[in-house]
């Protein structure tokens, strides 16, 4: 596996056990392939989501990065590929 | 007083219209009032506007129009408002219509845009439809691609000018299954059009603008080019949405333009009715009611004039300057009109007898402002999505934030020119007003040895640390919850405030002595903070009041000269 697909990986990881403690449910219930919409999300919150982002990755995000890369799965490879992002910084408490 | 030049568009327009009053006049009164009745679309009007170039406010400076400040669009619409609301509004529209050609159209079609406006024609907006109201993302209407072209079929309904407009930007679904990169705008000169593939809706009778044409359009497999696409396909909520940031800010100068008639109207009336041996003025209340509706516009002008100069100045954050003013500023003027019709008694209710028949009909006419482009509900829900970055204060603040805000709020100084391309959906930077507050607070505590000011500002800033506190307690509440929406509400009073402290700190030596001194700040101040506005007697004020309605001056932070001769003797 290459760095990029690498980081891909981690980042999915890391997503899904942020939407998972989001929603309150169990990570392996969540499939990064399907829409965030699927879980709940719609586009003005997918916005919010994006900027919350930003702030953890030192990196600029469109605030509409979601509504392109609208799945777990997509985000990931976006993330890691075209920003070359590494890894996102857990919420400061 | 030195009135900033970017007044003097409305000024000029002034002068050439006359005073409303007059039945001679070229938009007045009683003309406006004579269409009300018959329901007349005002095509004179219109022509007259045209002749007088006022479309040209309409074009950006870079596509040949004249379109360089928001803030000299914002007076003019209230020039024009201040005399009939259908007439402003009926004509605007084609500024909404072209405004997603000026951010993300093509050179072809900013020249067809242009084009058009310049030879007197509308352009509508078609964006809602009959069964799914401001849920855009539940709209129906498709265009489907079919080679080169686009099929369009599907109903568009209460759209201003859909039946008289030359051409229409239309929201429309381009991919099945919807979502915000599902649906794009399309530009489309109807003039092309089959006339076999569309049809026109009948006019919809409402209680106010009813001379305006509020109708509809059905297509059944339209063919549009698919060069009509504004923008890359699949960018049409993105962009409907930051065309409503800027229209969201202009439209508050119909409410002003409302506003001020109504508040004339109701001086005029207080100061010439007899009754119980004096005037209605002399009546304490009615003179405090006049007061302090006066003391609002002052505040809703602090708000919209910030708001369309933040436009220029900081158009990253207008998702969240449009939802404050369009908030505030509809709903405000409605409840000023509500307060001063008990001045006016009876006569509020008129249809006849002018002029105090204007009153009822500027009552009718505004009362859409606070509902279309977004409800009042529906910007408290994008304040709300924002509320915990709009609240939290950054470790460390922005080191250019003085200048930032001198820039927003100094009517002195220049702005860059619109850069629709930094319009954002969701502001990185926070609300530049709000997060200016602790450096306002020292601001005015060198600025005034005033306890009022002083204090009232403290009273702000507590109020940020203490909403900021509920928010973080609100956080996880779903954007729609009832107690967020009270947060946000909360917020839109804070920005309010907030951007009366900043006007008057970078304005007070130009603004004339009524606004130079602070008493009206420390009122306003302390009015804000009140749900229901806590009413004030204020010599001063009722004085400035009746100077202004005496020599015609706009009841505005920037009283530039109206047209109008008040009734008020010395």
Redesign the interface.
């Known amino acids: 596996m290459d760095e990029t697909a690498a980081a891909a990986a981690k980042i999915q990881r890391f997503l899904i056990a942020e939407l998972a403690q989001r929603l309150e449910i169990d990570p392996n219930a969540i499939d990064p392939r399907q829409?965030f919409?699927r879980y709940g999300m719609d586009?003005?919150?997918?916005?919010?989501l994006?900027?919350e982002l930003?702030a953890r990755i030192d990196r600029k995000l469109p605030?509409?990065a979601l509504?392109?890369y609208?799945s777990i799965d997509s985000l990931s490879k976006y993330l890691a590929g075209e920003l070359n992002v590494r890894e996102i910084r857990p919420e400061p408490v | 007083m030195h009135i900033p030049p970017q007044y003097r568009t409305a000024e000029s327009f002034e002068r050439d219209f006359g005073d409303p009053a007059d039945p001679h006049s070229r938009l007045s009164f009683i003309t406006a009032l004579e269409r009300d009745e018959r329901e007349q679309y005002p095509s004179e009007q219109h022509a007259l506007l045209d002749s007088w170039h006022f479309p040209e406010l309409y074009i950006p400076a870079e596509c040949g129009g004249q379109l360089k400040s928001f803030e000299e669009v914002l007076a003019l619409l209230r020039a024009l408002s201040r005399r009939d609301l259908t007439v402003a509004e009926s004509h605007v529209i084609t500024f909404l219509g072209a405004l997603p050609v000026w951010i993300a159209g093509s050179d072809d079609q900013k020249r067809l845009a242009s084009g058009l406006i310049r030879g007197g024609g509308k352009i509508a907006f078609a964006l809602t439809e009959r069964t799914h109201g401001g849920d855009l993302?539940a709209n129906e209407l498709e265009a489907r691609e079919d080679g080169d072209r686009l099929l369009i079929s599907g109903e568009k309904w209460l759209i201003g000018n859909a039946t008289c407009s030359t051409a229409m930007t239309l929201f429309a679904r381009t991919r099945a299954e919807g979502?915000?990169?599902g649906f794009s705008l399309l530009f489309a000169d109807k003039r092309l059009l089959d006339p076999a593939t569309f049809h026109h809706l009948p006019k919809v009778k409402t209680v106010g603008l009813r001379g305006a044409e509020l109708s509809g359009i059905c297509f059944d497999r339209c063919a549009v080019p698919a060069a009509a696409c504004i923008g890359p396909a699949g960018t049409g909520?993105?962009l409907a949405l930051k065309a409503l940031q800027v229209t969201r800010i202009l439209c508050t100068g119909l409410s002003l333009g409302a506003g001020d008639t109504a508040l004339r109207l109701a001086v005029d009336f207080a100061v010439t009715r007899r009754l119980y041996g004096g005037s209605v003025f002399d009546i304490p209340h009615a003179r405090s009611t006049l007061a302090n509706a006066f003391l609002d516009l002052l505040i809703c002008d602090c708000v919209a004039i910030s708001a369309a100069r933040a436009l220029q100045a900081c158009p990253g954050q207008a998702s969240v300057w449009s939802a404050v003013a369009k908030f505030f500023v509809p709903a405000t003027v409605e409840k000023v009109m509500r307060d001063l019709s008990v001045v006016l008694g009876a006569r509020f209710f008129l249809r006849d007898g002018h002029p105090w028949s204007m009153f009822q009909k500027m009552v009718r006419d505004s009362s859409i402002v606070s509902v279309f482009e977004g409800s009042t509900l529906v910007q408290l829900?994008?304040l709300g999505?924002?509320l915990e970055?709009l609240t939290t204060e950054p470790a460390r603040p922005a080191p250019d934030l003085g200048r930032r805000l001198e820039t927003v709020f100094s009517l002195r100084m220049p702005l860059p020119s619109f850069a629709p391309d930094q319009l954002?959906?969701?502001s990185?930077d926070g609300d530049d007003a709000v997060a200016g507050i602790p450096f306002l607070c020292d601001q005015i505590r060198s600025a005034t040895a005033s306890d009022a000011s002083r204090t009232a500002m403290l009273r702000v800033s507590a109020e940020q640390q203490r909403l900021a506190a509920d928010v973080r307690q609100a956080r996880g509440q779903s954007?729609r919850s009832a107690a967020l929406l009270q947060l946000a509400k909360r917020f839109a009073h804070l920005h309010a405030a907030a951007c009366c402290g900043h006007f008057w700190i970078y304005n007070r030596d130009i603004l004339g002595e009524f606004f130079g001194q602070e008493e009206w700040l420390s009122t306003c101040l302390n009015r804000l903070r009140s749900e229901d506005g806590t009413m004030v007697e204020d010599g001063d004020v009722e004085r400035e009041l009746l100077d202004r309605s005496r020599h015609g001056w706009l009841f505005s932070a920037v009283p530039f000269q109206l047209a109008s001769q008040g009734t008020v003797n010395g």
Do not use: H, K
Request: charged share 25%; glycine share 6%; aromatic share 10%.
């Open positions: 829409t919409e586009s003005l919150n997918a916005l919010r994006a900027v930003e605030t509409t509504w392109d609208p | 993302l979502g915000p990169r909520f993105e829900q994008a999505l924002q970055q954002d959906l969701f990185r954007g």
